[in-house]
């Protein structure tokens, strides 16, 4: 998961168009319409056709326009979450609404648990201009445990390890890989196929650099530039992961038994860090 930034203050015109659909689930207290798929679109580019909570690419799949507060409860359903409360004067909320990939969106269903029971919210006369942006205060006022893409900042405390799965280092981010499954074998297979392809391309870059003559950095640009823009990109799938790669790249494409691999890469990945951010700066 990525931050990603949503401007409250543009809300869709096809959102602001079903006003008599947010009037009506007030008046039966139960959104049972789907108008707000109209705007799957705008979330397709903003996202960047990217699942809010997986990070895998939508292109050529199946793309649902998620609530991150559920729109109706289910009380039906026995899991170990809360499925108990349905916020359905959100369902057209454009603060409520990310992109996701089918099975995330099939995995979090209903569940919504929060820290503060003491003020879960309810509807308390919101008109449907006010309900664009709430989401930041209701999130301050009930605390969550899942990970809105749009109000926090999953970088600053996501961590995977070694083997491509997203460490459970606070009950955030465990609340969220457990209720969106983000530790489900396909997605650390990608993430696996992404280091490893990676360094594969070390391995033979610096071969190539052990049998020039000039010993030059050279073999190693193509690719350790490749990995920076990716990781530098939110186009990218799994942009998260790239970029908790680079910053551990000790522990993720070191090897134990070569210091002197070991040495190359670390100046290599220097160098055209530091390439990559100046040519960057200059286009910015």
């Avoid at 709430?134 to 970088?155: A, C, G, R, S, V």
Wanted: glycine share 2%.
């Amino acid at each position: 998961m990525i931050h990603i930034t949503k401007d409250l203050s543009k809300v869709p015109t096809k959102l602001t168009d079903k006003k008599t659909d947010f009037e009506n689930a007030i008046t039966s207290k139960k959104y049972q319409k789907e108008s707000y798929k109209v705007v799957q679109k705008n979330l397709i580019d903003l996202y960047n056709d990217k699942c809010a909570y997986c990070e895998t690419s939508l292109k050529n799949n199946f793309r649902a326009v998620e609530h991150y507060r559920p729109k109706n409860s289910n009380v039906k359903i026995f899991r170990k979450c809360d499925t108990t409360h349905g916020y359905y004067w959100l369902a057209l909320s454009w603060s409520n609404l990310v992109l996701s990939c089918s099975y995330c969106n099939s995995y979090k269903g209903c569940c919504f648990d929060i820290k503060n029971t003491a003020k879960r919210v309810g509807f308390n006369n919101e008109t449907f201009e006010t309900i664009h942006a709430i989401t930041k205060q209701y999130n301050k006022d009930e605390e969550p445990l899942l990970i809105h893409p749009e109000i926090d900042k999953p970088e600053a405390f996501i961590a995977f390890d070694i083997n491509g799965k997203i460490k459970k280092n606070n009950p955030r981010i465990s609340y969220t890989v457990d209720i969106c499954k983000l530790n489900r074998d396909d997605l650390i297979e990608l993430r696996m196929t992404i280091l490893n392809e990676f360094r594969k391309k070390l391995n033979t870059s610096f071969n190539t650099f052990e049998a020039s003559k000039s010993r030059n950095l050279i073999s190693f640009q193509a690719g350790i530039k490749d990995f920076f823009c990716r990781a530098n990109s939110n186009k990218s799938s799994f942009t998260a992961w790239r970029r908790y790669i680079l910053k551990n790249h000790k522990q993720f494409l070191f090897k134990d038994d070569n210091e002197h691999f070991n040495t190359i890469v670390e100046l290599a990945l220097f160098k055209y860090k530091v390439l990559y951010c100046e040519v960057h700066r200059l286009k910015n």
